[in-house]
């Protein structure tokens, strides 16, 4: 059983930033892959950023490209998403995953192939 817990979020104006961060338990958090999903009302649940277990490959959606960076600490436990120049449309309720029954070299953008999730932490942009 691995359990994620995001914090972070919060609100802010438009351009400012933030940094979520997500806590796992268990000994082996090194061989996740590790992604961070949101959700807006009335949305589906779409894919923003993902890293592999050793940091080396990223991926990130193209609507966050350029202003969010996905980084890791394994010693830590913990996943982070800094988001910056942040919009309105990025309002949302963001939760982080983690893949864990298999060892993903490249990390996915499905949501299927995680395992386990966070609560998820609110983020609002206001204009």
């Known amino acids: 059983q691995v359990q994620l817990v995001e914090s972070g979020g919060g609100s802010v104006q438009a351009g400012g930033s933030l940094r979520l961060s997500c806590a796992a338990s268990?000994?082996?958090?090194?061989?996740?892959?590790m992604g961070w999903f949101r959700q807006a009302p009335g949305a589906e649940r779409e894919f923003v950023a993902a890293?592999?277990?050793?940091?080396?490959?990223?991926s990130y959606a193209d609507s966050v490209k350029g202003r969010f960076t996905i980084s890791r600490d394994n010693a830590k436990n913990t996943v982070y998403l800094q988001m910056n120049s942040l919009k309105p449309e990025d309002t949302a309720v963001y939760y982080c995953?983690?893949?864990?029954?298999?060892?993903?070299?490249?990390?996915?953008?499905?949501?299927?192939?995680?395992?386990?999730w966070g609560q998820g932490t609110q983020v609002t942009v206001s204009s």
């Open positions: 890293i592999s277990p050793s940091g080396g490959r990223i």
């Open positions: 268990g000994r082996t958090f090194s061989n996740y892959a």
């Open positions: 995953a983690a893949i864990v029954r298999v060892w993903m070299a490249v990390p996915s953008t499905r949501s299927g192939e995680y395992d386990y």
